[in-house]
């Protein structure tokens, strides 16, 4: 598993597929979420897009497409149990799955060492 | 330079306490106030519905009125800056008042308590040297002093009753917002029946040396656990309570904010001290004729919250602004509130809200949400 700095996790699932969503240290900093907006199946997204509203009883926050690609996949379940982020951020909370030219871009991000690093 | 941008924070009492529980300080009206504790808002707004929750308060302002020429006109004194009927306050009740401006504007809410031979007034965190400004230069013939040695605790919920009780005796007996003055462990407590969350339970000042022991005993109680200020924000909004600086401030008028019922019927053309207040003249224009907004709770569809700020539009284009919003825990549903304009005030009115450059229905609906239980 890979993280961003804006504390995504990335895992690649087969050849080309990246599955994304955020780590535990941002759901707990988001608080319960109480509303998560999906992107639409077949979107092309660039790295840096809007790709994910969240709303917690705190704040709306943005997720923001790691990388390029086609979204594939979205987790319908989050619209009717969004406190599935929190509940289980690594796992059952995952945002959506993303097609990519060469998954061998995963190699630029954080591993989990440097990730617990950045948020220590 | 604003100075709550330089200022230091000014530090809780019970700011040890906090951290010892989990909390979570934030920055607030110039305090480092817990917003959260462990469980997080949801639990423990829940939590305050279900049980109790003790909330520290002790930002607000409590300020003494001590009359140099006896209550009475100390309560006709005040009743030139509050609407509220102050002379027909008795003895160890609490009211809740509007300080207005000129022009009708609401320069801050307050409670006064009658203490038999002076007033205390409760104020806003962020209104309170602006408060006691104002309250210095209306009432000339009054000492007002503000109280700085002691901390403030709210205790809302269902089980506040009991664990307050097993404390201090007695305090079943009292009804919703009356007050009076008890000894805990040496200590000499202000109670009142009151809150700011929907839900019966108390609101205690304690001198701040006793607070942490104090608190410390009410936690210690069944079913009392701390609660934050996120939590206490979404308990006031499911209660329809307006936040100022949110949903009232000095460009919305008593009327305007829903909020005439805290305009004493002395005070009232007819009444036995009609007007005489600061803006009375529009105030009691709009008491008669309406206003032409008024301040609504607001339903948005669907699970997306819609924060303040949000414009909403009817029919005919933009009508007004939210200006509370997020999600109701007790509901499991968003709830806000805003002005629009009087004649799509009517519940059950759709209207629609501008979230992140999207229309999204919400339909006006009665306040408050969440039916108060005060033990009246």
């Known amino acids: 598993m890979k993280f961003t700095e804006d504390h995504e996790w990335l895992r ?109 | 330079m604003d100075d709550a941008l330089t200022a230091p924070l000014r530090r809780l009492p019970l700011r040890d306490l ?34 109790a929750s003790l909330f520290d308060v002790s930002h607000m302002g409590q300020v003494l009125l001590r009359p140099r020429n006896g209550l009475e006109h100390l309560a006709l004194a005040l009743e030139a800056l509050v609407p509220a009927d102050i002379l027909g306050l008795p003895e160890g009740r609490q009211r809740y008042g509007l300080l207005t401006d000129d022009s009708g504007g609401i320069r801050d809410d307050i409670m006064v308590t009658n203490r038999g031979d002076h007033l205390l007034v409760v104020v806003n965190a962020s209104m309170r040297d602006a408060d006691l400004a104002h309250l210095r230069d209306g009432l000339g013939q009054t000492e007002v002093q503000e109280v700085t040695d ?35 462990q040496g200590s000499e407590l202000w109670i009142s029946r009151s809150g700011y969350t929907g839900e019966d339970g108390f609101e205690i000042s304690i001198p701040s040396v006793a607070a942490e022991a104090f608190a410390m005993a009410v936690l210690g109680q069944p079913g009392v656990l701390p609660a934050g200020l996120g939590a206490r924000d979404s308990l006031r909004l499911e209660a329809g309570l307006p936040l100022y600086g949110n949903d009232i401030d000095r460009t919305t008028s008593p ?27 529009r105030v009691l224009r709009q008491l008669e004729l309406g206003a032409r907004r008024v301040r609504v709770g607001l339903r948005p569809e669907g699970r997306q919250p819609m924060r303040a700020g949000t414009a909403l539009i009817g029919p005919d284009g933009h009508v007004g602004h939210v200006t509370s919003g997020g999600f109701g825990p007790t509901l499991q549903a968003p709830v806000a509130m805003g002005y629009v304009d009087a004649t799509l005030a009517a519940p059950g009115t759709d209207l ?25």
């Not at chain 2, 009753?161 to 201090?168: D, G, I, P, Q």
């Not at chain 2, 005439?260 to 003249?281: E, L, M, V």
Request: net charge negative.
């Open chain 1, 12 to 120: 690649a699932e087969g050849d080309d597929l990246v599955v994304v969503g955020i780590t535990e240290h941002a759901a707990k900093e988001l608080g319960d979420i109480v509303f998560v907006e999906l992107p639409e199946i077949e979107a092309m997204v660039a790295h840096g897009d809007e790709v994910v509203v969240i709303e917690s009883v705190k704040a709306a926050s943005d997720i923001l497409a790691p990388i390029d690609g086609e979204i594939v996949e979205v987790n319908a379940k989050l619209t009717e149990n969004p406190g599935l982020v929190n509940a289980d951020p690594l796992g059952a909370g995952w945002f959506f799955k993303i097609r990519v030219d060469d998954i061998s871009v995963l190699n630029d991000f954080m591993d989990e060492d440097e990730y617990q690093e950045m948020i220590a």
């Open chain 2, 352 to 376: 629609t809200g501008e979230v992140r450059g999207r229309a999204l229905p919400v339909k006006v609906a009665p306040l408050p949400f969440v039916p108060p239980s005060f033990k009246r």
């Open chain 2, 255 to 281: 009327v305007e904010a829903g909020l005439s019922w805290s305009i004493g019927k002395a005070r009232r053309p007819g009444g036995a001290r009609a007007g005489g207040f600061a803006g009375a003249d």
């Open chain 2, 150 to 184: 002691r901390a403030l605790l709210a205790l809302q919920g269902p089980a506040s009753e009991a664990a307050l009780a097993t404390l201090v005796p007695g305090v079943a007996t009292m009804r919703f917002m009356e007050a009076r003055v008890a000894p805990w």
């Open chain 2, 18 to 51: 906090h951290l010892s529980r989990g909390a979570r300080l934030v920055p607030f009206a110039g305090w480092e106030m817990p917003v959260q504790y462990e469980p997080g808002v949801m639990a423990e707004h829940l939590h305050t519905r279900a049980s």
